[in-house]
């Protein structure tokens, strides 16, 4: 990815970046993303955590960044000149890279036992973190929830990127690259004026669903054959689940109608959890009825048992002659959210395996969705249970990739481009209820 220079309009430029450095091996690549963001015209001071001394020295930063380096909360010399006060006051940004899965721990509980976390506490700027680790050690749910916390706090998180590791691993954890983090901060909105933000349609500057009510199904659904057996697919709920945060990240308040899967709820998100298509449909027809947007990215069974039993289906049942089972249609969700009189907004999603744009057209008219998401499932490495996503945001006038990335940073580009394409839609639902929470 390009480095935007200076005189190419670097909104970097005589920006004050503090970089915190944590000890994970990626720390290497710290002094190159010194030089890259000082090519952009930005000014840098770099604290570094004990252990990333381990992997990198303050000889070789306080070269690339043309200042002295710190890591020592008690260090009285500095303390005097520029201590961990004058520090978080000097930065316009706080950037963590490589941020370990320690430093998050530390991050989301709000210590302050060494300058880079007693800086973070102290400081009013804005905190991007780009984690790096064993692609074990950033699934484990103790790392998610750890970063959960930092996002419903307006912590950006940068990454991880997926691939080889330096353990020998394969998988989520590595630090996105020196050039991708530079090119992340000159698009991320950190630095982006009101003025610019509401010239690409952001009334609400950072938090352009502010008052807003959002509804957001996930997961799949169940469909009970007996007490014991069901029909249902292999959705996650993970890009649901990080539609719902985004939203929130939005400032939206948001309900998030969950099937049955095994993830955290989003901290400020209102879940409410069901099993069947028919209870989904009861749901969400009782919550869609005042909101703004309604975002449908469950899997729902399209079909249940014509006659579940109440005790256990017996193998004799069938006889020899096999089983032929008897299924009826569910309500479909979304149309049913799209066909009411004042609808929201309505995003669905399709996952697709042949014909990917042109079946997404066809389902988004069918349904009267004002757009619909269209992943093609037959590419595994974005699969179900995959963190990554690639898909098509596809509306009536247009459509636009959404690049193959995080789920969590999918959900999000997603939520930005829906507050922009729909503002006036947006603008127009419900301005009582918006009127009565401003
Ligand atoms: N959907 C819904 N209720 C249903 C089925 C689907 O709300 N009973 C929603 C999904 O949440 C998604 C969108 O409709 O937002 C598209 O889902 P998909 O399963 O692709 O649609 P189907 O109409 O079932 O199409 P297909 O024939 O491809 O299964």
Redesign the pocket.
């Known amino acids: 990815m390009a480095v935007k220079s200076p005189d190419n309009g670097s909104n970097l430029a005589k920006k004050r970046i503090l970089l915190g450095i944590s000890g994970g091996i990626a720390a290497y690549k710290a002094p190159a993303l010194v030089r890259l963001l000082r090519k952009a015209d930005a000014e840098v001071q770099v604290v570094t955590t004990r252990s990333a001394e381990q992997f990198v020295t303050h000889a070789a930063l306080q070269a690339v960044s043309g200042n002295p380096v710190r890591s020592d909360l008690w260090d009285s010399n500095a303390e005097a000149a520029m201590g961990h006060i004058e520090l978080a006051r000097w930065a316009d940004a706080v950037l963590i890279a490589p941020a370990t899965a320690d430093v998050l721990a530390r991050l989301a509980q709000g210590r302050a036992d060494d300058l880079l976390t007693t800086l973070c506490l102290a400081t009013r700027a804005p905190l991007l973190v780009a984690p790096a680790m064993n692609n074990v050690m950033w699934s484990h749910p103790a790392t998610q929830h750890n970063v959960e916390i930092l996002r419903s706090r307006g912590v950006v998180v940068l990454g991880p990127d997926d691939g080889e590791q330096a353990c020998g691993e394969f998988g989520p954890g590595r630090m996105r690259e020196p050039e991708d983090l530079v090119a992340d901060l000159q698009s991320s909105r950190t630095f982006s004026s009101p003025t610019s933000a509401q010239a690409d349609g952001l009334s609400g500057g950072e938090r352009p669903l502010q008052g807003k009510r959002v509804v957001v199904?996930a997961g799949p659904t169940r469909e009970a054959l007996d007490p014991v057996r069901y029909v249902s697919n292999h959705s996650s709920g993970k890009q649901g689940f990080a539609v719902a945060a985004a939203a929130r990240d939005a400032g939206a308040d948001v309900v998030l109608i969950a099937g049955p899967v095994d993830l955290p709820t989003p901290i400020g998100v209102t879940r409410m959890d069901v099993t069947s298509?028919l209870e989904m449909h009861q749901c969400a027809m009782g919550q869609a009825t005042d909101c703004d947007l309604f975002v449908?990215?469950?899997?729902?069974a399209?079909y249940r048992p014509a006659s579940p039993q109440t005790q256990k289906i017996k193998k004799t049942r069938s006889q020899s002659s096999g089983w032929a089972l008897e299924l009826l249609e569910?309500?479909?969700?979304?149309?049913s959210v799209a066909a009411q009189p004042d609808p929201p907004v309505t995003v669905?999603?399709?996952?697709?395996t042949q014909h990917t744009l042109e079946?997404a057209r066809s389902?988004c008219k069918r349904?009267r969705l004002d757009a619909?998401v269209v992943n093609d499932v037959s590419d595994t490495s974005i699969g179900f249970n995959s963190d990554l996503n690639a898909a098509t945001l596809v509306w009536a006038n247009g459509e636009l990739a959404l690049a193959k990335q995080s789920k969590a940073d999918l959900a999000a580009e997603l939520i930005h481009q829906i507050t922009v394409l729909f503002v006036e839609q947006l603008a127009d639902t419900h301005p009582e209820s918006v009127s009565k929470q401003r």
């Open positions: 199904t298509a449908g990215v469950a899997a729902v399209d569910n309500p479909d969700i979304i149309a669905g999603f399709a996952a697709e079946n389902k349904k619909i």
